[in-house]
């Protein structure tokens, strides 16, 4: 076995090697993506249409598919410097363990308080809030990352927020609540009789613990309703991958330095973000035939919208009074089992994603929760790192790779993304230690539910 060139355990690049620019996929593409329509009039959305919902910066940057570079502004560099470059990590006790040829690394993005990559994105997007002379941000949280990365932000910057956070994560994770509050962020648990959309869904499903398209609803409607008010999304939108590109940029300076080059990428996906920031520059070399690697997104068997999901425009939120996005979905109305990777439980799919899964050029696996965390708990006890659930998707796949590699004695190199830290899911790893875990997939009937719900367009 070829095993290592002076390759560190861990890859830190300089503080003045964090990337001065963000890198725009689309501008790529070879077909972009279907554009995000009006769903009033049906037409492409405008730029003018998007800014009473968000920050000017932020709606130009969503709709350009042009620009491939695009400046990260001083101030957010600022920020990025109290916690990038972010660590890409050599995964050998890993690799002995497997007793596996392959070479795996890890891009670690939990090394912040908030403990996830969201925090690249949420200090962007308070900063050009900021500039803007906004006076109050709205979004919604599924797990609890992103209103933690979020409320962060603000903070930093002094702007106020609220947060709408999905109620059964609100009752499973007190903590995240705490943090937030620490932040100065008012929290609200989603659905809740503060907005119409909010109660429209309670009257509909009374008793329920909320999906995170349910609590963007409310927070796009209070920010709609609210003057100097504007709306932040964590994920799903591409100024979100555009912010996550940092993740793949750094990732791959810290490959180059040691003449490493992935032969397979893998990361969770949810609404796409941290996968789609992972990808980029190396999906660039893929679209202009300079390298030929195989692209992984993993998902929940619960929540599968790219391996069951339809590919069809859909509404964002379950509310639906979002723009309508061209996107693998299982319909708007779908509100996933209560399993504990909150993060991914999301209907629908980055539309640039979905775009490339639907041209060949990335693949889709989705994994069971309790398979999930077999591999978390492997993972956490060889190479002594905690991992998120949502993470540990990605974790999963990467170790069936490399098993496959020792199956066929290839020497591939293995990429992954390992977005956050599992220290605020320890009710999760409990009911896993207890064994009461359960694994729901849903039956074709209950898909079908949320796809007859699924906007008609010609
Ligand atoms: C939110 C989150 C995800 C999923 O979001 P994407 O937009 O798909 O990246 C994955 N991991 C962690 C730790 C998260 O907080």
């Not at 050009?128 to 949280?141: F, M, N």
């Not at 996933?336 to 990777?341: I, T, W």
């Not at 999963?396 to 790779?401: D, K, P, S």
Request: hydrophobic share 35%; aromatic share 10%.
């Amino acid at each position: 076995m070829s095993k290592n060139q002076n390759i560190p355990y861990r890859i830190y690049l300089p503080e003045d090697m964090i990337p001065k620019q963000w890198y725009n996929l689309r501008a790529d593409m070879k077909e972009l993506p279907a554009p995000m329509l009006n769903p009033g009039t049906m037409k492409p959305i405008k730029l003018e249409e998007l800014t009473p919902i968000f920050c000017e910066e932020l709606a130009k940057q969503e709709l350009d598919t042009t620009t491939q570079y695009i400046d990260i502004p001083q101030g957010i560099i600022d920020f990025y410097k109290m916690f990038r470059p972010a660590p890409l990590i050599r995964a050998y006790c890993l690799e002995e363990e497997l007793g596996t040829p392959a070479k795996i690394y890890y891009k670690f993005e939990g090394n912040n308080t908030s403990g996830s990559h969201k925090l690249n994105t949420a200090i962007a997007q308070a900063y050009y809030a900021k500039e803007q002379g906004i006076e109050r941000l709205t979004t919604e949280t599924g797990a609890g990352q992103w209103g933690t990365a979020l409320s962060m932000a603000c903070s930093y910057y002094k702007l106020p927020l609220i947060v709408y956070m999905v109620k059964t994560s609100f009752e499973q994770k007190p903590y995240r609540k705490s943090v937030i509050e620490t932040f100065g962020a008012d929290i609200i648990p989603s659905p809740s009789d503060t907005t119409k959309a909010g109660r429209a869904i309670l009257e509909k499903f009374p008793g329920t613990g909320g999906s995170l398209g349910c609590a963007i609803s409310e927070a796009v409607e209070v920010a709609l309703s609210t003057p100097g008010t504007r709306y932040v999304l964590g994920s799903v939108l591409d100024h979100v991958l555009l912010h996550q590109s940092i993740i793949g940029l750094e990732s791959k300076a810290a490959m180059e330095m040691y003449d490493e080059y992935p032969d397979i990428v893998i990361g969770c996906a949810g609404g796409g973000s941290n996968l789609g920031g992972l990808i980029a520059p190396f999906m660039k070399d893929k679209i202009q035939g300079k390298a030929d690697t195989q692209f992984i997104a993993v998902e929940p068997a619960s929540c599968p919208s790219l391996t069951r999901g339809k590919y069809a425009y859909d509404f964002g939120d379950t509310g639906k009074i979002t723009p309508l996005m061209k996107m693998y979905t299982l319909g708007c109305e779908f509100l996933p089992a209560a399993e504990h990777s909150g993060g991914l439980r999301y209907h629908g799919m980055s539309s640039a994603l979905s775009k490339l899964y639907d041209d060949g050029y990335l693949q889709a696996r989705a994994v069971e929760q309790t398979k999930v965390f077999k591999s978390a708990v492997d993972f956490a006890r060889i190479e002594g790192l905690l991992p998120a659930p949502e993470s540990s998707h990605a974790i999963h796949v990467a170790i069936e790779e490399a098993l496959k590699c020792k199956e066929s004695g290839e020497e591939k190199t293995i990429l992954f993304g390992l977005t956050g830290t599992g220290y605020f899911d320890m009710t999760a790893y409990d009911s896993f230690h207890r064994g009461d875990m359960s694994d729901y997939i849903p039956t074709e009937e209950e898909l079908q539910q949320g796809f007859d719900q699924l906007p008609q367009i010609d």
